[in-house]
């Protein structure tokens, strides 16, 4: 009874008069580690999937130039551009054009490149990634942005040239059986 006199008297004492209740002193818990984590792997997680992805968030420093060859064979989008081995732009886009196929090569604004400047595709190492090798010509004539080169060199297709030996050694002999008749 005592006890609900004295809940009584509190509820009444509480409506009468606001009442402060002092807080017990927080220190760091542990809902505040988990959360700083989850906000550090949620960075990371978004920081990874624009880098892997090959996102493109600010605008580039890059321009493109158009490049046409009658074989890419191997060439993949993303492939490198080079000049005198020095990584100056990627390959961005790749579409048929028939007969050829066109690349739209993404190169670094420092860079700049001439109308007699020749794209050949090349092959790092024995069987590597294949990538455009860019050779320097003389002219002072700039390609502007979204212009086409107009020199390229396209793949060296070894099974063609295979088949070529083997279609002319074998029209050598049947021309040499000729002959013997």
């Given at each position: 009874?005592?006890q609900?006199?004295?809940?009584?008297?509190?509820?009444?004492?509480?409506?009468?008069?606001?009442?402060?209740?002092?807080?017990?002193?927080?220190?760091?818990?542990l809902e505040?580690?988990?959360?700083?984590f989850?906000?550090?792997?949620?960075?990371?997680?978004?920081?990874?999937?624009?880098?892997?992805?090959?996102?493109?968030?600010?605008?580039?420093?890059?321009?493109?130039?158009?490049a046409?060859?009658?074989?890419?064979?191997?060439?993949?989008?993303?492939?490198?551009?080079?000049?005198?081995?020095?990584?100056?732009g990627?390959?961005s886009?790749?579409?048929?054009?028939d007969?050829?196929?066109?690349?739209?090569?993404?190169?670094?604004?420092?860079?700049?490149?001439?109308?007699?400047?020749?794209?050949?595709?090349?092959?790092?190492?024995?069987?590597?990634?294949?990538?455009?090798?860019?050779?320097?010509?003389?002219?002072?004539?700039?390609?502007?942005?979204?212009?086409?080169?107009?020199?390229?060199?396209?793949v060296?297709?070894?099974?063609?040239?295979?088949g070529?030996?083997?279609?002319?050694l074998?029209?050598?002999?049947?021309?040499?059986?000729?002959?013997?008749?």
């Amino acid at each position: 009874m005592d006890q609900l006199k004295s809940s009584s008297e509190m509820k009444k004492s509480v409506n009468a008069e606001h009442v402060e209740v002092a807080l017990p002193k927080r220190s760091l818990s542990l809902e505040f580690w988990v959360g700083l984590f989850l906000i550090v792997a949620v960075a990371a997680v978004a920081y990874l999937a624009v880098g892997l992805g090959d996102i493109k968030i600010f605008r580039s420093n890059r321009y493109p130039i158009i490049a046409e060859f009658d074989n890419i064979s191997g060439l993949k989008n993303g492939a490198s551009v080079e000049i005198a081995g020095v990584p100056v732009g990627e390959v961005s886009a790749i579409e048929l054009v028939d007969p050829a196929a066109r690349l739209t090569l993404m190169i670094d604004n420092g860079v700049l490149i001439k109308d007699d400047d020749i794209a050949s595709i090349r092959t790092k190492g024995i069987i590597g990634d294949r990538y455009i090798k860019i050779s320097r010509g003389s002219s002072d004539v700039v390609i502007a942005p979204g212009k086409r080169m107009p020199e390229t060199e396209s793949v060296v297709d070894f099974e063609d040239i295979i088949g070529k030996i083997v279609h002319s050694l074998t029209d050598d002999k049947s021309e040499k059986g000729k002959d013997k008749e």
